[in-house]
């Protein structure tokens, strides 16, 4: 069902890069979603009155609110697609964070009144009228639900969008509060136990966290968040596949939304090499970067040492001494000033998050004793940085 609807409503879908394509997948998934949720909502208020249920009637009133948040993410993807203007250079792509988190709030709003409906429940128990059609049609909630998020999650994937994988947790989330408000039904009906209020409390309790955790991802791309090492490497591999680049490093990216990037980053290059002809190869990057990852690159070239073996000695030298310290342990903009008795090694050392900064005159300890033992001529002056690169786990 998700393929077909997106084959044929979303023209060019495959083109994920394209904004209108993407403002497309949008407006697909806010219709849809308003469509379902208004459709449970009526259903559910309903069955909620018929029987007396308060978990019935809050999940119906959350299906309601689910169609608002529908209606937001429909807007604020069509806003979000909106062109560069004087106000904004880098376009309105960031309205689509905002969009989810507006949808965080509405989530953790209805998951609050469920929350007060379910204490009022536990202190005045109302009698609930038990119906296998109420239970039926709470069993299509959750299947139209389940649908919703698997749809909403294939979408989300496709074009990177916070809107939609808000909406997807949102409408997971309804799963569970609705399998609970079946839960609680069964058991009145089978042994005559009023768990409604209880069981409110639970759902109530799992749709404010669903809210919060959306909110939290929502945020981080906002205030700023790492790279992730996918977009890493390929960021850097690109680069570095021109001839004339050795290395790269010293790569920050800043996201004006989930299709709009700007990046810099260090390409090092021979040191003898014709200034012009490195600048030559740094334009070209920067132009193809752009028409071929979508992300307005600038690049700060850094002339690199390549001929002197006395140089790359006391590099492979660090490498072997960082490596005994701690294996993530890196460095860049290595240079060598030679005296006559003393030999100083400048660097940065690019060091893991976990080192807290009171560490870091600790860490250069370690590594000016570990390399002035390797060899007593050598001194380190080093600059220490964190990676803006957010850490991969670690396998399993």
């Not at 209606?71 to 062109?83: E, Q, Y």
């Not at 649908?147 to 949102?170: C, E, H, Q």
């Not at 090499?273 to 752009?290: F, G, K, M, N, P």
């Not at 701690?326 to 940065?348: K, M, Q, S």
Request: hydrophobic share 45%.
């Amino acid at each position: 069902m998700t393929e077909f609807l997106i084959r044929h409503f979303v023209k060019d879908y495959k083109n994920t890069e394209n904004q209108n394509v993407r403002t497309g997948y949008g407006l697909l998934a806010g219709i849809v979603g308003i469509c379902c949720n208004v459709v449970l909502f009526a259903a559910k208020l309903f069955i909620g009155m018929v029987s007396g249920s308060i978990s019935v009637t809050a999940d119906a009133f959350n299906n309601l609110s689910d169609a608002a948040s529908s209606v937001v993410g429909f807007v604020g993807v069509k806003m979000a697609g909106k062109p560069a203007d004087a106000d904004h250079p880098f376009g309105h792509g960031r309205i689509e964070y905002i969009s989810a988190f507006i949808v965080a709030f509405f989530v953790i709003q209805v998951g609050f009144e469920l929350f007060k409906s379910s204490l009022g429940k536990i202190r005045n128990p109302e009698e609930l009228v038990f119906s296998w059609v109420a239970v039926a049609v709470l069993l299509l909630s959750v299947a139209v639900k389940l649908w919703l998020s698997v749809f909403n999650r294939t979408m989300g994937r496709r074009i990177r969008s916070k809107v939609m994988a808000a909406a997807s947790a949102d409408a997971l989330g309804d799963v569970a509060a609705t399998s609970a408000t079946i839960f609680s039904m069964v058991i009145f009906g089978i042994w005559g136990v009023n768990l409604d209020g209880l069981i409110g409390l639970l759902v109530s309790a799992a749709v404010m966290y669903a809210g919060v955790s959306i909110a939290r991802d929502t945020l981080k791309p906002l205030i700023g968040e790492p790279i992730d090492p996918e977009m890493y490497r390929k960021i850097t591999e690109f680069v570095e596949s021109y001839d004339g680049i050795i290395g790269t490093h010293d790569l920050i990216v800043h996201n004006y939304g989930p299709s709009k990037s700007m990046a810099t980053i260090h390409a090092e290059v021979p040191g003898d090499a014709d200034v012009r002809d490195s600048h030559e190869v740094i334009d070209t990057i920067e132009r193809d970067c752009l028409r071929t990852l979508g992300i307005f690159l600038v690049i700060h070239m850094d002339p690199v040492e390549t001929k002197d073996e006395g140089v790359k000695r006391y590099r492979d030298l660090l490498e072997e001494c960082l490596g005994r310290i701690d294996a993530r342990l890196r460095f860049h903009d290595f240079r060598v000033i030679r005296g006559t008795e003393r030999v100083n090694l400048i660097f940065d050392l690019v060091i893991p998050r976990e080192y807290q900064e009171d560490m870091w005159d600790t860490i250069r300890t370690k590594v000016s004793d570990e390399v002035h033992t390797a060899d007593p001529s050598c001194y380190c002056v080093m600059t220490v940085e964190y990676t803006f690169v957010a850490e991969e786990p670690e396998p399993d």
